[in-house]
């Protein structure tokens, strides 16, 4: 089995531009992003990937949109799959 990468960032957009970013990130399905303040234009932003080349690209990615100044990672872990399905 593979291993799981998840990943957490913060990323810093311009605040009139928070929807229409937050909008493209879930359009491109690179990552999720539970939480956003339209005030402040910060997101918190979650990535899942099976290797840590594509939670980098997916950053790269989510970097290059109109709008994003910044795309700050905050927390990675890697698990394997079958760690993930066992019963607690």
Known sequence: MSDVHIASCV????PE???AVVR???ATGL???PRHDKQTG?????VESPDSARVLDAMDAIRA???VL???LAYQHTESE???QEAP
């Open 11 to 14: 990323a810093f957009v311009r």
């Open 17 to 19: 531009l928070v929807e």
């Open 24 to 26: 493209a990130i879930q």
């Open 31 to 33: 990552a999720e992003v």
């Open 42 to 46: 910060r997101l918190v932003i979650l």
């Open 65 to 67: 949109l109109d709008g």
């Open 70 to 72: 910044a795309v700050h």
């Open 82 to 84: 079958s760690e993930m």
